[in-house]
């Protein structure tokens, strides 16, 4: 009986950040094979070369400008949109990119929205005014309990 997994294969490669370029640079600083390296460490030897040169990539290079557009959208909203609501304004505006990536980007930026603002109407919470009326009763006289 054959198990087989109906799932995508996740592929053997290392992720870039994880220690292996280091590992490969001093290999070839040592005179050894960049080519061998690269195979034991599961890393393309195009990716070691590319993250050799320093340069961001196409998405990083994206991922900025989203960050700047998003930054500026939250702080017009100041500073109470989240992810869906800052995706609906991009959207509307022809920045086309998925609901998962502004909130990506967002929390890797820190711009949250404001929970805590208060209502400009100057409505009080339930505890607001629970407290007030317990206060104002123990003004007055009333006994409480408690």
């Not at 590992?23 to 890393?43: D, W």
């Not at 050799?52 to 990083?60: F, H, I, K, T, V």
């Not at 989240?82 to 930026?109: I, N, T, Y």
Request: charged share 25%; proline share 7%.
């Amino acid at each position: 009986m054959s198990t087989s997994s109906s799932g995508p294969q996740l592929s053997s490669r290392r992720r870039p950040g994880d220690g292996a370029h280091p590992f490969i640079e001093a290999e070839k600083q040592a005179g050894h094979s960049v080519k061998r390296a690269c195979e034991l460490m599961k890393v393309s030897r195009t990716a070691f070369y590319a993250r050799r040169s320093g340069l961001p990539g196409p998405r990083a290079v994206r991922d900025a400008e989203l960050t700047e557009q998003i930054a500026e959208v939250h702080a017009r909203s100041r500073g109470t949109y989240g992810a869906p609501r800052v995706h609906a304004v991009l959207k509307r505006e022809g920045s086309g990119c998925g609901r998962r990536r502004v909130a990506r980007l967002m929390q890797a930026a820190g711009p949250s929205p404001q929970t805590t603002a208060r209502d400009p109407l100057g409505w009080k919470t339930p505890t607001e005014a629970l407290n007030e009326h317990l206060h104002s009763a123990q003004k007055t006289g009333v006994a409480t309990t408690g």
